[in-house]
């Protein structure tokens, strides 16, 4: 079982900014990597992904602009850098990992393995 592990969240004000984690301690070889959110009485909704290289990345709608996937395959881990955020950015930010497929995408079906999440709260 590959184990995925976020960290980095916590309480910020409006329009500050945060970087997430997301680190393998297993050192396991996976492909695109994503993260979700989820707020409460909410469904889980995709924020970014990375491809396996690095190369491509995407976001949401919502994010677009103010957040920045990144991934650093030698030490496996992703990053979600978070600028000018929003009271409606707070939830509970998932890391995503895929053991196959190589290109990302924002549906969590295409994701093998999950951390526990980090609780972002931004307040106005």
């Known amino acids: 079982q590959v184990q995925v592990v976020e960290s980095g969240g916590g309480l910020v004000q409006a329009g500050g900014s945060l970087t997430l984690s997301c680190v393998l301690p297993?050192?396991?070889?996976?492909?695109?990597m994503g993260w979700f959110r989820q707020a409460p009485g909410k469904e889980r909704e995709f924020v970014a992904w990375i491809n396996w290289t690095g190369e491509k990345t995407s976001y949401a709608d919502s994010v677009k602009g103010r957040f920045t996937i990144s991934r650093d395959n030698a030490q496996y881990q992703a990053y979600l850098q978070m600028n000018s955020l929003k009271p409606e950015d707070t939830a509970n930010y998932y890391c995503?990992?895929?053991?196959?497929?190589?290109?990302?995408?924002?549906?969590?079906?295409?994701?093998?393995?999950w951390g526990q999440g980090t609780q972002v709260t931004v307040s106005s």
């Open positions: 995503a990992a895929s053991g196959r497929y190589y290109s990302g995408s924002s549906d969590p079906a295409a994701y093998d393995y």
């Open positions: 297993g050192r396991n070889l996976v492909y695109s």
